[in-house]
Nanobody, 126 residues
Framework: QVQLVESGGGLVQAGDSLRLSCVAS????????MGWFRQAPGKDREFIAS????????YYRDYVRDRFTISKDNGRNVVYLEMNRLKPEDTAVYYC???????????????????WGQGTQVTVSS
């Protein structure tokens, strides 16, 4: 079992930056793939980025690739999502997730993630 807690969301203006954090606790010794997702009102939850358990491999949704960066600090069991040049369409609840599927390096598939945080709201005003 892994517990995930996100933080760092808030209200910002277009063009600003935010860094989201996700702290993992519980059984953090397993090689989890970590991911960030977001869900805007009335829309499905969508994949943003994922990172391998050792932090060496990352995968991004195309339209955030040049603005967002996922990273992790294994020593502190924290995963980050650095978001730059934010746009109003980035407004959503952002979720951290962990996948324990054996053999995965990274994955964009929501069905591969077993553990989820409670989410943190990001609102970007124009």
């Amino acid at each position: 079992q892994v517990q995930l807690v996100e933080s760092g969301g808030g209200l910002v203006q277009a063009g600003d930056s935010l860094r989201l954090s996700c702290v993992a606790s519980g059984d953090t010794s397993s090689p989890y793939v970590m991911g960030w997702f977001r869900q805007a009102p009335g829309k499905d939850r969508e994949f943003i980025a994922s990172i391998s358990w050792n932090g060496r491999h990352t995968y991004y949704r195309d339209y955030v690739r040049d603005r967002f960066t996922i990273s992790k600090d294994n020593g502190r069991n924290v995963v980050y999502l650095e978001m730059n040049r934010l746009k109003p369409e980035d407004t959503a609840v952002y979720y951290c997730a962990a996948s324990s599927v054996i053999g995965l390096i990274t994955t964009p598939s929501i069905n591969d993630y077993k553990y989820w945080g409670q989410g943190t709201q990001v609102t970007v005003s124009s």
